[in-house]
């Protein structure tokens, strides 16, 4: 990822179609990889077959690109309403008559080529949703979060594997897990300079954090392995009334994918099964999972504040960091992002990534779940549409943060937020421990 802030008019043309490219590939493998039943079957209630995924990427694209920057004729209106996620919830999508696999192939093929069309002919400016090709930055980023999605939806599904990826470095030391105290004051959260951020990113706004704790790694499985055997499922001190209710509810009893053989847990990866890596950040927990295991901790999740000012704070300025370890774009030696891996990293395993006071893997790995309800910024304005994350604005939802292994480098910023339910366990999402500091622990 290069800044887009920086680049002139050619070379942003060229990223922005690289970019483009780059997502495609993705989607290309996540839907060559399995055969045209397992493309229209529904792998689970909570996710859309992968081939309403495929199509909808076209018609989101189609809508956008073609039609509103383009202004070009429609492709497919037809199709308009199958794919708008607000018309239908995921669980009914198998039932509509949806484009088969063939026909979304060529749709999104022929949508692709009018938008490179447009994308060399459409003057980069004149209008804030062609400014530094934002509406194409925001369609790139639509793809990978759906190519996330669709990652999700294979780990969902059951039989043979299929998707094949190396393992994710390993630490040159052990990472011993310790705290880290980032001091109070105020810090500038959000952006208003990053391009191709989006709306709920936005405006840059000042935020007094008083000062707090926050563990130097995320929570690995070979902790929470501590929590479930030493009964934290099945004790109710440690549960919100709301986290109780689903715990009991859902009969949980670990995190989603991990299953108990004679006294060995193993988890269940991409089909694969195998043993519980102990030292790697624990994934596929919910809200209400995170919640109890900080309680039980002696703890507590981060604030939104607080996780963004770990990532961001630079010591030695006022100024807010786009990144842990400064300006720079991810590179694979910062973080564990883009499915170059199909599992998190062992803690410790990206010291290049770690942030001027020591906290690690706050980028890349899993999802961050946070303390905070997902609202609008100061200032919040809806841009290009109330749909994109207005409509979710409120207590229902939880926000996430940092991005996983799934997440690719063009959808995850310093300031990139994520929401969802806080039942929700299929995502790559962990979490990390924060705590108030005592008096006499701050200089
Ligand atoms: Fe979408």
């Known amino acids: 990822m290069t800044n887009t802030a920086d680049l002139g008019a050619e070379a942003l043309r060229d990223h922005v179609a690289a970019q483009l490219t780059r997502a495609r590939e993705r989607s290309a493998l996540l839907t060559d990889a ?32 073609v039609r509103d920057v383009g202004g070009r004729e429609p492709v497919r209106r037809d199709i308009d309403e199958l794919y708008d996620a607000f018309q239908h919830p995921r669980a009914a999508r198998p039932t509509l008559p949806l484009l088969g696999p063939g026909e979304a192939r060529s749709y999104v093929r022929e949508v692709r080529d009018k938008v490179l069309d447009v994308l060399e002919r459409t003057p980069l400016e004149g209008r804030r949703l062609l400014d530094r090709a934002f509406a194409f930055g925001m369609i790139v980023q639509h793809e990978q979060q759906h190519d996330e999605t669709m990652l999700a939806t294979h780990q969902l599904r059951t039989g043979a594997p299929v998707l094949h990826a190396p393992d994710p470095p390993k630490p040159v030391v052990a990472h011993r897990v310790d705290e880290v105290i980032v001091p109070g004051g105020r810090f500038t959260m959000g952006t208003s300079a990053e391009p191709w951020a989006l709306d709920n990113e936005r405006p840059a706004h000042a935020v007094e954090v008083p000062p707090f704790a926050i563990e130097s790694v995320p929570v690995t499985c070979g902790r929470y392995l501590e929590f479930v055997e030493g009964g934290g499922y099945d004790d109710r001190r440690w549960w919100s009334d709301g986290g109780w209710a689903f715990r009991v509810e859902a009969n949980l009893v670990a995190p989603r994918f991990w299953d108990k053989h004679g006294q060995t847990w193993t988890r269940r990866r991409f089909g694969v099964v195998e043993e519980i890596p102990h030292d790697e950040p624990v994934v596929h927990v919910s809200f209400h999972e995170a919640d109890a295991f900080a309680r039980w901790a002696g703890k507590r999740l981060p604030t939104e504040a607080e996780w963004e000012k770990a990532a961001r704070h630079d010591p030695d300025g006022d100024r807010s960091r786009r990144f842990p370890w400064g300006d720079e774009d991810p590179e694979p030696r910062h973080a564990n992002l883009g499915q170059r891996h199909l599992r998190p990293a062992p803690v410790g395993a990206y010291p290049d990534g770690a942030s001027p006071l020591g906290v690690h893997q706050l980028i890349g790995d899993v999802w961050e779940w946070t303390a905070t309800d997902f609202y609008g910024y100061p200032g919040f304005q809806a841009f290009p549409y109330r749909e994109y994350s207005e409509v979710f604005f409120g207590p229902e939802y939880k926000v996430l943060r940092g991005g996983s292994f799934g997440t690719d480098p063009a959808a995850c910023r310093g300031t990139f937020r994520n929401w969802d339910y806080p039942i929700r366990r299929q995502i790559f999402a962990g979490f990390r421990l924060a705590r108030d500091v005592r008096s006499g622990e701050v200089r």
């Open 34 to 65: 399995v055969d045209d039943d397992d493309l229209v079957r529904q792998h689970s209630k909570l996710m859309s077959p992968l081939v309403w995924d495929l199509a909808h990427i076209g018609n989101q694209e189609e809508l956008w690109l």
